[in-house]
C-alpha cells in the first residue's frame, strides 16, 4: 500500500490550504497510533469559506448555470470517486477504521449520491397557479445560497455527499465541516470539484473542532441553511443557532431502531439483517437495528441463530477484510469503545444477560466483540438510549399491541422494521410505528432514492429522495396582473 500523505490540508475558495488553529492529529483506530496530521481550522478560515461561498452565489456564477450543465459537473464528481476508489478505500479504512469492503461501499454509496441528485437537477420546476382572468402566477424555486454542512465520523464520505450533492444540484454554495476523528477523505471531494470544474467557491471544506469551528458555522450570519447530522445534544445547538439567524436547518439525529420479528418470519434470512443490522460498520450506524423484538415463541430459536452468527464474525483491521464476508473492524476512537463496553456492564448491571461479546478486543485499537444482550426490558437504559457500537438488545413480546409499544417506547424515531409472512399485519405496523422509515422483510430496504429522516428526538426535515432538494431552496411566487 502506498504511503499516506502526512499532513492534509482545507480547502477554500478553490485552493487547499492551512489551518489557523494549527493541526489535528488523526489516529488509526486498528492501532490507536497516529496515522496523519490534518489542518484545524479556526473562526477566521469559517468567516473566509463563508464569504468564498456567499461571493460565488452573489455573482450567479453556479446558480445562474442552465440546469444541465450543474447537473453534468455534479455527476462527473461522482464518477472522479468511482475512478479513484482503489486509491480512497483503503484511506477510509485507516482513518474509519472499517473493513476495506466496507470502504468500498461507502465510496460507491457517495457516488450514487453525486449520480442521483445529479440527475434531478434538471426536475426542479415551478408551477402554474390558476387565479382567473387577468392573472398569471407562477412558482420558482430559489436556492438557499449559502449551505453549511456538519458532518459525523460514522460515514465521513458518504454523509458529505449526501447533502452536498443535493445542495449544488439545486445552486447553492456550499460549506462543509468535517468530523474531528476522520476528516482526510473529504479531501476528495475537492480534488473532484477542482478535476470537474466546480467553480470555486461553491465548495469549501473545514476540519475544526465542533466547538470552535462548527459552531461558529452554525452561527454566522451568512449561512442560510445548515444541515447536520450527529448526536442529539449537538442537534439542539445547532438547531438554537439557526433558530437566532432565523434560517431552516436539517437534523440527522441519533437512533434506537427496533425489529419486531413475529413467529411466521423467515428466521434464517433475518439473521442475515441482523448482520447488516448491527455489525455492519461496528454497529456506528445512526438506522442500525440496535433492538430486536422477539415474539416470545421463537425468542429462544432466534437468540441461538444470532449468537451463533455474531461469534462467527471475525473482528479485525479493516485492511485485512478486503472483501464482503463474517468479519467486523474496529470502532472509531477509544471513547467510542469505552462507552459501549461501560453501557454493556450497565445493562449487566440492571439484570439484563450478555449472552455472547461485550468485551474488548486484547490488543491495540478500538475493537469490541460483537455482542448480543438478551433479557432486556423496555425500562432498562440499555434498551432506550443509544450505543453507536456492535451490540444488539434483545427484548421478548407476546402480542402485537406490545411489540409495537415496545418498539414506540423510546424518545427516537429514525427507522423500524417489521419481519413477518402477514402483510395485512405488516401494513398495521408500518402505520403504527413512529419512525421516518419502515422496513417490511428487509432492513434497509431502499436506498439513495427513498427518503430519510427522523421523527421525535432523531430529527427533522428529510434527506434522500427528491424531498431533500427542498431543504436547498425557498419557493418564490410571482403573480401577475394582466392588462
Ligand atoms: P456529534 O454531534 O458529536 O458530532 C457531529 C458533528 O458535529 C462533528 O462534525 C462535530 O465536530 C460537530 N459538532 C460538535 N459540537 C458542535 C457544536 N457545538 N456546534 C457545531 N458543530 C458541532 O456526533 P458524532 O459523535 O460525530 O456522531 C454520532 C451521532 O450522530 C450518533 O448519535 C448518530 O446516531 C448520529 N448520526 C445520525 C445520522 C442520521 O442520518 N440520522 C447519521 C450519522 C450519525
Request: charged residues 20%; negative net charge; aromatic residues 8%.
Amino acid at each position: 500500500m502506498s504511503e499516506l500523505p502526512a499532513y492534509w490540508q482545507n480547502f477554500i475558495d478553490g485552493s487547499f490550504c492551512d489551518g489557523g488553529a494549527g493541526r489535528l492529529t488523526v489516529l488509526d483506530p486498528a492501532k490507536g497510533e497516529l496515522l496523519a496530521e490534518q489542518a484545524l481550522a479556526d473562526e477566521a478560515d469559517v468567516d473566509r469559506a463563508v464569504a468564498a461561498a456567499k461571493a460565488l452565489s452573489d455573482s450567479g456564477a453556479w446558480s445562474g448555470l442552465r440546469p444541465v450543465e450543474r447537473s453534468r459537473i455534479v455527476r462527473g464528481m461522482g464518477d472522479y470517486l468511482l475512478e479513484r476508489i482503489d486509491e480512497i478505500a483503503p484511506i477510509l479504512t485507516r482513518e474509519a477504521g472499517k473493513p476495506l469492503w466496507e470502504a468500498r461501499l461507502e465510496i460507491e454509496g457517495a457516488a450514487r449520491y453525486f449520480e442521483y441528485y445529479g440527475n434531478q437537477a434538471e426536475t426542479m420546476e415551478g408551477r402554474s397557479i390558476p387565479l382567473g382572468q387577468g392573472y398569471f402566477d407562477f412558482t420558482t424555486h430559489e436556492p438557499y445560497d449559502v449551505s453549511a454542512q456538519i458532518i459525523p465520523w460514522n460515514y465521513p464520505m458518504e454523509m458529505t455527499a449526501r447533502s452536498l450533492s443535493a445542495a449544488l444540484a439545486v445552486g447553492c454554495s456550499v460549506v462543509v465541516k468535517t468530523p474531528e476523528l476522520d476528516p482526510l477523505t473529504n479531501r476528495y471531494f475537492a480534488d473532484a470539484a477542482l478535476a470537474c470544474g466546480l467553480p470555486k467557491g461553491a465548495l469549501n471544506i473545514l476540519c475544526g473542532l465542533g466547538k470552535d469551528t462548527g459552531a461558529a458555522l452554525a452561527a454566522h450570519p451568512d449561512v442560510n441553511q445548515i444541515v447536520f447530522t450527529g448526536s442529539v445534544p449537538t442537534g439542539i445547538s445547532i438547531a438554537t443557532a439557526a433558530a437566532q439567524n432565523v434560517v431552516p436547518c436539517v437534523l440527522e439525529l441519533g437512533g434506537k431502531s427496533a425489529a419486531i420479528v413475529h413467529d411466521d418470519a423467515d428466521l434464517d434470512a433475518f439473521l442475515s439483517d441482523v448482520r447488516w443490522g448491527i455489525y455492519f460498520n461496528a454497529g456506528q450506524v445512526c438506522s442500525a437495528m440496535s433492538r430486536v423484538i422477539a415474539h416470545e415463541r421463537i425468542h429462544d430459536k432466534l437468540v441461538d441463530g444470532i449468537v451463533a452468527m455474531a461469534e462467527n464474525l471475525k473482528v479485525g483491521s479493516g485492511l485485512t477484510f478486503p472483501r464482503f464476508g463474517a468479519n467486523m473492524g474496529a470502532m472509531i476512537s477509544e471513547g467510542q469503545c469505552q462507552r459501549a463496553a461501560g453501557m454493556v456492564s450497565a445493562a449487566e448491571r440492571e439484570g439484563a444477560r450478555v449472552v455472547t461479546g461485550g468485551r474488548r478486543l486484547n490488543r491495540p485499537g478500538y475493537f469490541l466483540e460483537p455482542t448480543v444482550i438478551t433479557d432486556v426490558s423496555p425500562d432498562m437504559s440499555i434498551a432506550s438510549d443509544e450505543v453507536f457500537g456492535p451490540v444488539l438488545s434483545v427484548l421478548k413480546f407476546s402480542n402485537e399491541n406490545e411489540a409495537i409499544r415496545i418498539a414506540n417506547g423510546t424518545p427516537y424515531g429514525l427507522v423500524a422494521g417489521v419481519f413477518t409472512a402477514d402483510i395485512d399485519r405488516a401494513m398495521r405496523a408500518s402505520k403504527q410505528l413512529r419512525a421516518g422509515q419502515v422496513f417490511v422483510n428487509e432492513w434497509y430496504a431502499g436506498g439513495v432514492e427513498t427518503p430519510f429522516g427522523g421523527f421525535g428526538k432523531s430529527g427533522y426535515g428529510r434527506e434522500k429522495g427528491r424531498e431533500a432538494l427542498l431543504n436547498y431552496v425557498q419557493t418564490k411566487n410571482v403573480a401577475i396582473k394582466l392588462r
